[in-house]
């Protein structure tokens, strides 16, 4: 399960965000629109100057997602990171 962390924006704007990016994923990765996850972060990011520094995190156990929402998150022109993870164990059901 890929996972989209917005960090650094009010909760507001970053659920206008999510649902942009959640429309970005269904057209250029369809494959992920049903397995990717936003998680809306409510934090501050600043840089030296006190600048609002929002951004992207990734975390994946499967390279080729991220792969896939970098070239989907780079249209909003913000700093994306990526975690690798390990292993993703999914919730009994």
């Not at 399960?1 to 429309?23: C, I, Q, W, Y």
């Not at 501050?44 to 990734?58: L, S």
């Not at 991220?66 to 993703?88: G, P, Q, S, Y």
């Amino acid at each position: 399960m890929p996972n989209v962390e917005v960090h650094g924006l009010s909760r507001t704007d970053s659920s206008v965000l999510a649902k942009r990016v959640f429309e970005a994923i269904g057209e250029e990765a369809p494959e992920l629109k049903d397995i990717a996850v936003i998680t809306l972060c409510d934090d501050f990011c600043i840089d030296a100057q006190g600048k609002q520094q929002p951004y992207f995190r990734i975390s994946s156990s499967k390279p080729e997602h991220h792969e896939t929402l970098k070239k989907v998150l780079a249209r909003f022109n913000m700093d994306i990171e990526t975690l690798d993870l390990k292993e993703f164990i999914p919730a009994q059901k």
